[in-house]
Each structure stands twice: as structure tokens, then as C-alpha cells.
């Protein structure tokens, strides 16, 4: 299984940006399918997470900001009212069952 995350980028605060997730296999084959993101410093950390329910969870920095949601082949995260602590490498993480398969990340830079 493959994860090929795009659509990060530099980006002034205040400004949105929606990243694409998009595994190999349908979006239905997994538990669940989660972004996270790690700043330089810090510890991975999840940012937006939806299972095969479809039920969402979102970390509290970004509730009301960060929208998670999918079709059968990509998972989304939008991303609106971007600020500086946002800039990380997000990643996209695909789970099925104790499997866990990552993307590569992609960068989102967010400046003031």
C-alpha cells in the first residue's frame, strides 16, 4: 500500500490550503485514515483523523479551522484561516487494523 500526500505550500496567515491523501487502494479498505504534522523540534502529532464511519476527530488547535473528509480514493483536509503555528510537514497515515502505512509529507509554511 501506497500514500501519496499533495497541495501543501507556502501560504500567508489567514489563508487556506486543502491537502489531498490518496492511498493505492479505495479509502474504504482502511480503519482509518488520519493527518498529522510535525514542526521542526516537536513531536508528530494528529491533526485530523476519520474512520471507516466516517466519524471525525480533530485536534482543539485546529477545530473550526481544519475540515477532514473523503470520497472512495482521497481523504481531504481543508484548511482555512491558516496561521504561523501551523507550519509543519503534514502527513497522511492509513490504518488498518495495528497496520500502519505513511506518506511521504508535504510541507505547508504559513507566514505572517
Known amino acids: 500500500v501506497q500514500v501519496a500526500e499533495s497541495g501543501g505550500g507556502s501560504v500567508q496567515a489567514g489563508d487556506s490550503l486543502r491537502l489531498s491523501c490518496a492511498p493505492s487502494i479505495s479509502i474504504f479498505e482502511f480503519n482509518s485514515v488520519g493527518w498529522y504534522r510535525q514542526a521542526p523540534g516537536t513531536q508528530r502529532e494528529l491533526v485530523a483523523d476519520?474512520?471507516?464511519?466516517?466519524v471525525t476527530t480533530y485536534a482543539d488547535s485546529v477545530k473550526g479551522r481544519f475540515t477532514i473528509s473523503r470520497d472512495s480514493a482521497t481523504v481531504y483536509l481543508q484548511m482555512y484561516n491558516l496561521k504561523t503555528e501551523d507550519t509543519a510537514v503534514y502527513y497522511c497515515k492509513a490504518r488498518i487494523l495495528r497496520r500502519e502505512y505513511w506518506g511521504q509529507g508535504t510541507q505547508v509554511t504559513v507566514s505572517s
Open positions: 476519520i474512520n471507516v464511519g466516517g
